[in-house]
């Protein structure tokens, strides 16, 4: 088979794999219905985290299963399931806690740019659909594999109320599910810090009441503003870079929370600053399969459409334009098809 | 009268102050019953924050009301009261949220070891006890006034919950009422973490159910040894250096959480190494308003008795002697009588 191998900066390859196939007998095999292209992704793309050696890439992904190692219990050939970036036993305290991407089984998954996968943990990773889904629903499903469990969890970690304030810094498409996460986990208010006319469209298509321009000091002073001097109740940080996470715990009123999503790139937080803001912490490689039922039966019952974040589709043997346009910030999301 | 003053390194002077007078009409004036040294006294005396000029010491204080400002309303000549070392109005939205230490009139006292002090705000400051205490009940009142609201709030800010397993690092006074705090706040475990065996055994007294007297890398294996593996769930951090909290975060399991109260010094956090732990993190000066109704009705009714951390009783004249027994580990904490 064929899929997506990156060599260094900015040199992505669609090219022979060998196709995958049980190794432990906890695995599974799916056919992949769709996949896509992570904000992280860009990370090693552009030489910011280095590239030892040329890599498979992907770790989002939904699909039909089609074949299940022999200690499979829960998931059979023929489902439609949806699974994590991190794969889970989903029976170790730190799941039980709700902190699957902390599983003592856990491996970050790669290589599903690609049209079969294999899956580590099969039944404590992956999470069956009630029957086939229609085509126009794979899109809604496969965002729930990483990017819209991810945006839910900072809204989670931030700590996201009903009727409160709640901040998105970051507008890629973590950030604008984490608009409609915490519109859906109650709040009332949800500011989303964003410069971009169409990603602006799509935050309030979410449900973002209100839009800020404005960055670092500036875009701080204008949250201070819209909440009467207080802060925010809730921040969700969806970015990764020092700025943005200062830009975050500046406009989180004292005892607020900041959920932190974005892999942290060169963060470095003073002790000293941070206990004067009183501000609360939390965040991580989102635990995605402690969500992912609930967020099924959202998107199965049509409640909510995260694969809106998706605006440019392209087959999977076109993955290196698919970059190209994330790159250049001309998609927010490239969906592909295998 | 006279009062302690810092002049530098190691050079604290009992000298004559002016007495203390109402400058605001929100303001009251106090002649303390007793009055100490607190651990962050330490971080100037001993050189570590810079001393600019002369400054008056001490934050920690309970006494009887001797003149209130017109604008006084709740609190009355004749009364006992206790405050915090954090001024406030207690009614701007920040101490609503209960972070009375973030108050928009937050002002931090000082001048408290003295026998006479004013204390801005003093409606939203002061707490006064039912009646006038006994003698013996003084020290346990005086606690309260931060040494024990620090502890609490670092147990609260971990958030100890009924049943599950917390630990304590930083064997000073605020550790010690830490695991006094996480055990009435209904930790099954309480780990202390000290090697200083009068230290332990007032761990012990307030409820400690292990020791561990390693430290740093290796205090975190055991604290993982006695837990399965897995990590506390709540970890009270009361140091304030890199290594206390590296112990104190490595210590924590993924989704557990970190309450840390130690003022932090030269402590940086590398966002990336804290986003892969998942720790949750929450601190900052104790917003002790919160907490005194509550904490003086346990020392009221007899059910805790914090004043156990002062080892060391003296008058007030040999304030210089307290220091140099706190600086020199021979003090747990020092009360001073003025």
Redo the contacts between chains.
């Keep these: 088979m064929k899929g997506a191998v990156l060599y260094g900066p900015r040199d992505i390859r669609f090219e022979e794999r060998d196709a995958p196939r049980i190794i432990a007998p906890t695995d599974a095999i799916l056919r992949l219905s769709a996949t896509c292209i992570c904000g992280s992704d860009l990370w090693p793309y552009r030489g910011i985290s280095p590239v030892a050696e040329p890599s498979p890439m992907g770790h989002e992904y939904c699909g039909i299963v089609e074949e299940v190692g022999k200690a499979v219990t829960s998931i059979r050939p023929g489902q439609f399931v949806i699974g994590s970036f991190a794969t889970s036993d989903n029976t170790c305290?730190?799941c039980r806690?709700?902190?699957q991407?902390?599983c003592v089984h856990r491996e970050f998954m790669s290589g599903a740019q690609a049209p079969v996968l294999r899956v580590p943990h099969a039944d404590g990773t992956l999470v069956a659909t009630p029957e086939l889904p229609p085509a126009e629903m794979i899109p809604n499903l496969l965002a729930v594999s990483d990017v819209l469990g991810t945006g839910w969890f900072a809204a989670v970690a931030a700590n996201v109320q009903p009727g409160k304030t709640a901040v998105v810094v970051g507008d890629g498409a973590v950030g604008l599910l984490g608009v409609l996460a915490a519109r859906q986990l109650g709040a009332q208010r949800v500011i989303a810090m964003s410069r971009h006319p169409a990603r602006q469209q799509l935050a309030r298509e979410f449900g973002a009441t209100d839009i800020v321009t404005e960055r670092g000091d500036e875009g701080v002073a204008r949250i201070k503003e819209l909440t009467?001097g207080?802060g925010a109740d809730a921040v969700l940080e969806c970015v990764?870079t020092?700025e943005s996470?200062m830009q975050a715990i500046h406009a989180t009123?004292?005892?607020g929370s900041v959920g932190?999503v974005g892999?942290?790139?060169?963060?470095?937080?003073?002790?000293?600053e941070?206990?004067?803001?009183?501000?609360?912490?939390?965040?991580?490689?989102a635990p995605v399969r402690r969500f992912l039922p609930d967020l099924i039966g959202l998107v199965w019952s049509g409640k909510i459409n995260p694969g809106k974040v998706f605006d440019l589709t392209l087959p999977l043997d076109q993955v290196a334009e698919g970059y190209r346009a994330m790159d250049e910030r001309r998609a927010i999301k490239t969906l592909l098809r295998p």
């Design positions: 305290p730190h806690y709700g902190y991407s902390s009467k207080v990764g020092q996470m009123r004292p005892g932190y892999v942290p790139h060169g963060v470095e937080l003073r002790g000293e941070l206990f004067y803001t009183h501000v609360r912490l939390h965040g991580g490689p």
